[in-house]
């Protein structure tokens, strides 16, 4: 009678440690999942900032170079199609976030070219609006590199502990997927050319 209570007990434990194991396992990936879908929030709440700028932005420079129609459309046809992109973080993925990417870094060279069309005309480079609505979006690139770095930062630690074993085998009977990160820009890594 004793050795079958003992073995009842021991039988107990050892499922009551697997089920604490599995459990502490799959309730740490979701809360790591949930922070890196919190990151990407964090990333898409800066760029709705800037989208949220550039019309002020365009009406700005409207109001003084109404001759750069072809710039200020290009600045007005980009921020629409970013705008109009948005991912769910549960489909991350890295084809989704190229898109996404490849979307922003659009909108990116059209307010390039905007800038650089601003150089032409003295007075709204000395214009109040102008120059606070140029310090904003500057700090919105700012912060938008902060949301950025830290939704990589999220995203790799989540995905080093889904990789690692033996959370790896619970990771992919549970769904749990690697999330993609940013990646520099492919001009990021040629040098400028300067010339004098």
Known sequence: MNKKWITIGIIAVV???????????????VSMEENVNTQWANVETQYQRRYDLIPNLV?????????EREVLVGVTEARAKASSMTIDPTNLNESNLAQFTE??????????RLLVTVERYPNLKSNQNFLELQA????????????RRR??????????????????????????????????????????????
């Open 15 to 29: 499922i009551f440690l697997i089920y604490n194991f599995f459990s502490g396992k799959y309730n740490s990936m």
């Open 59 to 67: 009406n700005t420079v409207k109001g003084f170079a109404e001759q």
């Open 103 to 112: 979307v922003q870094n659009n909108l990116n060279s059209a307010l390039s």
């Open 136 to 147: 904003q979006l500057e700090g919105t690139e700012n912060r938008i590199a902060v949301a």
């Open 151 to 196: 939704f990589n930062e999220s995203a790799q630690q989540y995905n080093t502990y889904i990789r690692q074993f033996p959370t790896n085998t619970l990771a992919g009977m549970f769904g749990f997927d690697r999330k993609p990160l940013f990646q520099a820009d492919e001009d990021a890594s040629s040098a400028p050319q300067v010339e004098f």
